[in-house]
């Protein structure tokens, strides 16, 4: 079964600039997230999706962070525009339903540079 | 809110020794909690789950914890390090909310195997 995908892996902007994450998750997987891990702390959600509906998006700074997820299968991430503190590594997983027990599979990350 | 505490950023063993990594949470409810391990350059991978039903949970590669109410831990242990180990480890707990599966991280153990 392949994994969590996730493109590009590595991406350096200058600040003020735009950039998109896309996120394809494991094949008939309903629940999607998008999570940012600075560098020394651990993963925060920013978005998670059921299907294609935004189910907790709390934690996203929406005033310049936006995600969809078309059709309810892959999704994108798009900062526009960017800061410094948006250095992190971006990390996209997915599950097979939206229980509290339930494992999250996580894709290999992009990371971020913002300079 | 629940949250997890991750005491210790840095643990270093000796190959063979035995490995103990902490982590105390924050509930007011009973938790779900899990362990995830990050190889460098890679996204999280599940070692184990508490879901309530054995205290005793025993992981992939000889990792296991144990969840005690009293103490409001789940320390992750292996009697053996591996040079394989070295990995940055993560305690999560899952918040029965409204959102489902929503994972809260905590900073993270960084494992360092001494030959």
């Known amino acids: 079964e392949a994994g969590v995908a996730q493109s590009p892996r590595y991406k350096i902007i200058e600040k003020r600039q735009s950039v998109a994450f896309w996120c394809n998750p494991i094949?008939?997987?309903?629940?999607l997230y998008w999570y940012q891990q600075i560098l020394g702390q651990g993963p925060k959600l920013l978005i998670q999706f059921q299907n294609n509906g935004v189910v907790d998006d709390s934690q996203l700074p929406k005033d310049r962070f936006s995600a969809e997820r078309l059709k309810g299968v892959d999704s994108t991430l798009k900062i526009q525009p960017a800061k410094l503190e948006d250095s992190a590594v971006y990390l996209c997983?997915?599950?097979?339903?939206?229980?509290?027990?339930?494992?999250?599979?996580f894709g290999p990350g992009t990371r971020l540079t913002v300079l | 809110a629940q949250s997890v505490t991750q005491l210790g950023s840095h643990v270093s063993v000796s190959e063979g020794a035995l490995v103990l990594l902490r982590c105390n949470y924050s509930s007011s409810v009973p938790p779900y909690l899990f362990w995830y391990v990050q190889y460098p350059n890679q996204g999280l991978q599940l070692l184990l789950k508490?879901?309530?039903?054995?205290?005793l949970v025993k992981g992939i590669n000889g990792f296991e914890a144990e969840f005690k109410k009293s103490e409001t831990s789940f320390h992750l242990t292996k009697p053996s390090a591996h040079m394989s180990d070295a990995a940055e480890y993560f305690c999560?707990?899952?918040?029965?909310?409204?959102?489902?599966?929503?994972?809260?991280f905590g900073t993270g153990t960084r494992l360092a195997v001494r030959p």
């Open positions: 508490y879901t309530s039903a054995a205290t």
């Open positions: 094949s008939g997987h309903a629940t």
């Open positions: 999560a707990v899952s918040d029965r909310g409204s959102s489902g599966d929503k994972l809260t």
């Open positions: 997983a997915s599950s097979l339903v939206n229980y509290a027990y339930n494992e999250q599979f």
